[in-house]
């Protein structure tokens, strides 16, 4: 094989592994914030945890997660 097939080659191997880490690294942003209050029980009376979502993706959660929640979204204008 000639110099000039092998570098193509390796070229053609570079902008593939290239490509494959680029489409990894991109993420679309949510559609919307969400707020999540958790609960102790079902009268949802006492708040155990709390849960937020930004617009750019983070999500931050303290206390305890529960089944028992209210949930508040507002949507992300860029």
Do not use: H, Q
């Not at 570098?7 to 990894?24: D, E, K, W």
């Amino acid at each position: 094989m000639n110099r000039s097939k092998i570098a193509l080659y390796a070229a053609s191997a570079a902008i593939a592994i290239g490509s494959g880490f680029a489409a990894v690294s991109v993420t679309a942003a949510p559609p919307t914030m969400i707020e999540t209050t958790y609960y102790s029980d079902a009268t949802l009376t006492n708040p155990v945890g709390y849960r937020f979502r930004a617009c750019n993706g983070r999500t931050t959660t303290r206390g305890t997660v529960t089944p028992y929640k209210e949930v508040t979204t507002e949507p992300c204008w860029l």
